[in-house]
């Protein structure tokens, strides 16, 4: 009673087709081999013909299944080629065309698991044999299948008020749908609305930024969530019902007319460490910048007067309009959506990390992130290019490159823009200081259209640039000429020596990490974060925004570093891959889902606390349990759990995995 | 015949984390030994104990249970429910004679094609050591010379 | 038939306790029925019996045989083919011959382990170190007792079996209500059920019988039902922390041990369809622990001591792996 070698009464009639891969398998794995073993081996199971061929994946490879279903009158196929994640479809499609339901093909990873990870080519061939076997074995189990059709809920939640963000709603919004977008902070516009200028086309960032802002701000498609932060996400793809957390503004947003009376009357000044990087101030009141959108200013209840002592309300009796309401409390609004896109952007890396090059200990070094506040016109120095002290104009700036980014100590990666950031930086200073500029790079990185030209563009300004990494900045003068200044201690390695160079001002050009709450992100929204931090795609090259959970797509810096082009054209693409769903009115799902025989299920409620999408529900006058097919979501651990074995599950049902298991295991069977 | 000793471990991997890191160290051209031979479910929730019984009596040297991190889990939490049944089974196992180095559980994200790699090196070396299983196929074993008719010991130990 | 027309019938009794026997006897009056409507002509506990009397018989000539206990030795074995051949219906009739039962859990040992417990533990008397001898010369010839095999068997591993009753033992209610079948079947007024099926037990599991209240589970701890002070009456035992067998335990007993405030052994058996009960409680269990901690799991589970017997009590020989390693391990490395 433990023998599940043979099949289920009526033999079937089975194909099965190993994949060359070009020399991508046939290079590891011997597959005619493989392929003549499975044919004389499995006969018993209902083998009928088994080939290899070069390119199974490639329409002519799909037709050779198609002809063999139609002539053959095969029942069930099995094709050993790539991963299921990449060509599952493919076959499935394939079968679907010769009227054989596609969940009776089994597509067999013998590239991704056996000739890309080993190298002993009789080790691999074996192994593929084993696992052509397991897919036999369990395909005989395989049941037809219909994929289930959800509908799409119109609307679409874009999580993240950056650029990408905001492409994103506007897409979506001007082709009609609804859009909510959540922001953290009390104005959309993210980082970019931080810059002064963007590379290399020297464009005002707020010129371009602050049009689509308004528009945002305007479109009666759009709702804006600013100061909210999502809470909890239910359900999925189609359906999904999101919390938000609305944080008390202290402001009314029916009576503000933005007219900033409050900011100008509130007494207490803040430092803006987040806008104004740390360079500037704001009040205890304020919006972050004056095109802020919505423009309805928040109170920031640690640093208020009124909130920390109990007496002030300057704003509330300056306010025209009444529209300053203290007892305001945090609210939580739900709302439906079909799909969700994150565009949260990124964290600066904080150059505090690299303590050999001072910063915050130095009062010269900048961040880069400084360094744009200080250069804006509308930043704290109006956009003089000063020292510290506010007054001193550099005379000599250096640039340092890969703060924080390809460095083993703290991030491997390219932070992709640093290059062009430093340029652009150079750039500026030139244009407005006339100082000597110097650049610290490992590798010029330009890549991108019009970025080389902005580089021979700075060159030819005399921009210099040392090619090596730097390894200190110091105060602590040794040679004549350095009192006074910092010093960059670098090996050129162009020139092959060790130099000291001293410089009035440093610019680090800081990386970009993920935010640092991008795993709790990820877990909110169920999907996966790199080992990085950054969130992961469904395919690096062919599907950039969407992610593995149906419904949720991704755009924009959570993804990896990126320059602004980039994350507008994610924002423009996650909205129309969102957009082709809602138009489609709905989407096909896996039909992977548990139910209960309530024949053999005598209530025992063990599985009872086991899901969390609550699809399990407790019949208590029938005393048994039920599996809400609308709810499950297929990951089969109440299948596992049900110790009657009441449980079933289409797709990975136990005789298919225990038939399996015999597959990989008959070679070893004596 | 312990040199040439190689094991057949079977890896359970889950749609979302495990499975895709296997990938990943295929995209990744990562190496590791050819012993392991991988089931993919949807989640390592799904992983029943009697799979684990089922390919130690099939022929299995060892099986390594794999899914997403605590706290990364697909379907929020249905790992942990993995982690209690193996943390229960291995339990069980060692009281059968199974050394508990056959059965591991390991989690891998997407991302950590390298880690999957390194997990199934460690554990096809420590199932080396361990030796063969060979659990009896049973068809015949009794009626084998050796394992049937054993003969009653002469005298008992004292 | 036999001579005096009545179909004949046969019990026998290999490696278990004689609880079925009893269990039959239990059935009070109805053990005449049994005695009405068949020939009894094979039956040692009941009446003398030859094995050579039985061999004599013509093959397929006994209709019904109940064989109850699992297979340990040769003489198990030789009977258990011996009544195979003869009978026409041949019924695992209770745990031992079903799926191994207790004297399955001796699958943990090795033989030599098994008899020093036997001969040399303390329990036993045995100045002389004195083992049974498979065979010994005695002045009127060599005579010989059957020989051990490494590992109990149940019955369906050594002959095919056309029906399994559970039960340790089959409750005495549902041996009437499989004679009352057997008797019907005979005068036609009823068919047999599918070749393999479980008679004389339900459909579902001990659950379905319980008269106690059950909600969703979570458990925090596991104690033993002894080192409980006071066991609600009315709740769910598995909720209190009793490790309860019941969810998985096929029905038909009546859910005797929960009404009485103990747990649920498992004596009947798996579900329908379930490959191995043991899996079943061990996934059903743990599933319900209420932590996500290794080391508060590894706690809760110190209340497990002996997994093994609470999950294999009845099921070790008939389950996926049968046997632990000693059984065969050192066996085998012995003789090679």
Known sequence: MTNFTTSNGNKERIGVYVCHCGSNIAGTVNVEEVAAWVRTELEGLGVLISRDYKFMCSSLGQELIQNDIKELGLTRIVVGACSPHLHEQTFRTACRRAELNPYLCELVSIREQISWVHTDKDQATEKSKAVIAGGVYRVVHHQPLEPLHVPIHPATLVVGGGIAGIQAALELADAGYPVYIVEREPSIGGHMAQFDKTFPTLDCAACILTPKMVSVGSHPNITLLTWSEVRQVEGYVGNFTVTIQKKARYVNDEFCTGCAICQEKCPKKVIDEIYEAGLGYRKAIYTPFPQAVPKYPVIDRQNCIYFQKGTCKACEKFCPTNAIDFTQEDELVTVNVGNIILATGYDLFDARRVSQYGYGRLANVFTSLEFERLSNAAGPTNGDIVLRDGVTVPKTVGIVHCVGSRDRNFNNYCSVICCMQGLKFAHIVHERTGATVYNFYIDMRTAYKAYDEFYQRVLEEGTLFVRGKVAEITDAARLPGEEGKLIIQVEDTLAGKQRRIPVDMVILSSGLEPRSDAKDLAKLFGISCSADGWLIEKHPKLDPVATMTEGIFIAGSVQGPKDIPTSVAQGAAAAARVLGRIQQGEIAIEPILASVDAEKCSGCRICNGLCPYNAIVFHDDRNVTEINPALCQGCGTCIAACPAGAISGTGFSDTQILAQIDGLLLLNAE | ?158 | MSINGKPKFAMYWAASCGGCEIAVLNTHEKILDIDTNFEVVFWPIAMDAKYNDVKAMEDKSILLTLFNGGIRNTENEEVANLLRRKSQILVAFGSCASEGCIPGLANLSSLSDIFNASYQSASTVNPDNVAPKTSVSVPEGEIHIPAMFPALRPLDQVVSVDYYMPGCPPESHQISRVIDLVIKVISKEADLPPIGSVIGAGESTVCDECPRHRDVKTIKQFVRVQDIDKINADLCLLEQGIPCNGPASRSGCGALCPKSGAQCIGCYGPAEGVLDFGARMITALASVIESNEPSEIERILEGIPDPVGQFYRFNLANSLLRTGTAAWRNNASLKE
């Not at chain 2, 104990?49 to 939490?77: M, N, Q, R, W």
């Not at chain 2, 004679?97 to 950590?112: H, M, T």
């Not at chain 2, 999957?116 to 070396?125: C, G, P, Q, R, Y």
């Open chain 2, 1 to 158: 015949m312990s040199d040439a000793f190689e094991p057949i471990i079977i890896g359970f991997t889950c749609n979302w984390c495990s499975y895709r890191a296997a990938d990943l160290a295929g995209t990744a051209r990562v190496k590791y030994p050819a012993n392991i031979r991988l089931i993919r479910l949807m989640c390592s929730g799904r992983i029943d104990p009697t799979f684990v019984l089922k390919a130690f009596a099939s022929g299995a040297d060892g099986v390594l249970i794999t899914g997403c991190h605590p706290g990364e889990c697909h379907y929020i939490e249905q790992n942990y429910k993995a982690l209690r049944r193996y943390l229960l089974l291995k339990r069980s196992l060692t009281q059968l004679g199974i050394e508990a180095g056959r059965v591991k559980l390991v989690w891998a994200s997407a991302a950590e094609g390298v880690r999957l790699a390194d997990e199934i090196t460690k554990m096809v070396e420590q199932v080396k050591t361990l030796g063969p299983l060979n659990w009896p196929k049973w068809e015949g074993f009794f009626d084998d010379e050796i394992h049937s008719l054993v003969e009653i010991p002469e005298e008992v130990s004292a």
